[in-house]
């Protein structure tokens, strides 16, 4: 049975579970939030050898966890339109802090801490305007939030930090929703996908690179950014499905939005939804998953040009390994393979997890 895409969350690092990487590995964790059998939600943390440490029940359906920089503390964030973020030390298994978001105010799933620790900041949604968020807590006063403001756009999804360390990056997809309606897309003729770069300390729009109005409907999601601050961009586009448009994307500061394409047969074999995109170790290389399209496509980021692709059944979650040009990749149906993009030889990585859970797209590597 094929899973929804964003049915779940996974933050997986990968790189512990080949032996090949064990030699490099200091004691790497994975975290995800999972499915359980039951039908259940849990946030699950398993060790370099692949067996659980923690199972920590949610209270809903998590999207993305964030991961604290110095301590062994992971942020559970609920999946939009949810009001919850569970902060959990993965070391003592206790529940430090169940936040709840603002009334009339959402969590769009994804959040990050400030490179020092200090702060969480995640994307949120004002209920009554559709107007997008970003809300910052501190950490040294039990999660308090201490400002809030525009993310420049509609539907906030995934967010960054630049290597400033000041500057945030932040992906308007561009939807409208309201809670009363689900999931329901509301705006889809008007819609505006952006890039936003904001500063973090004052909430100031720096700068915004926007969807060209002829490619309105290609929503901006899920994105990284490498070493020298390129941005690379997986794109779901929610026109008609006959359409042949460009499904990935580039930019670098003080530039417009540079789309490309695969071949007309991937790029159609995409299915007009990226899920994932993550650069490689070096930040030459990256990796955009199409889960529905069943494969994971890489491209070489100085040139902006198509490299390969790879089958993968119901692939999403990305992160790089430890080695230049290597890619883990997750599947819906429970199963990791490393991709290395010079031999082009894609390896199935055994995993002991419970059985019957279900993961998503979102991977990072936790090292304690």
Not at 40 to 60: F, K, M
Not at 67 to 91: K, M, N, S, W
Not at 98 to 119: E, K, L, V
Not at 227 to 255: C, E, M, N, W
């Amino acid at each position: 049975m094929e899973i929804s895409r964003r049915q779940f969350s996974l933050l997986l690092g990968c790189t512990l579970l080949s032996p090949s990487l064990l030699a490099t590995s200091k004691t790497n964790l994975f975290a995800s939030a999972i499915k359980t059998e039951a039908g259940g939600y849990e946030l699950l943390v398993i060790d370099q050898a692949g067996q659980t440490t923690l199972r920590h029940r949610l209270p809903a359906r998590a999207h993305h966890i964030a991961t604290h920089p110095h301590e062994p503390v992971l942020a559970a964030v609920g999946r939009r339109p949810e009001t919850f973020i569970d902060v959990v030390d993965y070391r003592s298994k206790a529940l430090i802090k169940r936040i709840t978001s603002a009334a009339g105010q959402h969590f769009y799933g994804h959040a990050i801490y400030s490179p020092d620790g200090r702060w969480l900041i995640s994307t949120e949604n004002e209920i009554a305007t559709g107007r997008g968020l970003i809300v910052i807590r501190d950490t040294a006063d039990n999660y308090r939030v201490i400002k809030q403001f525009s993310s420049g756009g509609i539907g906030p999804h995934e967010l960054k930090m630049m290597a400033d360390e000041k500057t945030l990056v932040v992906a308007n997809g561009g939807i409208l929703t309201h809670p009363d309606k689900g999931r329901e897309k509301l705006n889809l003729e008007s819609m505006r996908p952006s890039l936003a770069y904001i500063d973090l300390h004052t909430g100031t729009l720096l700068e915004q690179a926007f969807m060209p109005d002829k490619h309105h409907q290609l929503s901006i999601r899920h994105f990284d950014v490498n070493q020298a601050g390129t941005a690379v961009i997986g794109l779901q586009y929610q026109g008609s499905k006959t359409d042949d448009v460009p499904l990935v994307a580039f930019h670098r500061q003080g530039q417009p939005l540079s789309l490309v394409r695969a071949p007309s047969v991937t790029n159609q074999a995409m299915k007009h939804y990226c899920g994932s995109a993550r650069f490689d170790k070096s930040g030459s290389i990256a990796a955009i998953s199409s889960p529905r399209g069943n494969l994971v496509t890489f491209w070489q980021a100085d040139t902006q040009q198509f490299i390969a692709s790879t089958l993968s059944r119901d692939g999403c979650g990305l992160a790089h390994t430890d080695h230049p040009e290597e890619f883990l990749i997750s599947t819906g149906r429970g199963y990791c393979y490393r991709y290395n993009c010079q031999t082009q030889r894609k390896e199935k990585i055994k995993l002991s997890v419970p059985a019957h859970i279900a993961w998503d797209n979102h991977m990072s590597l936790l090292i304690s």
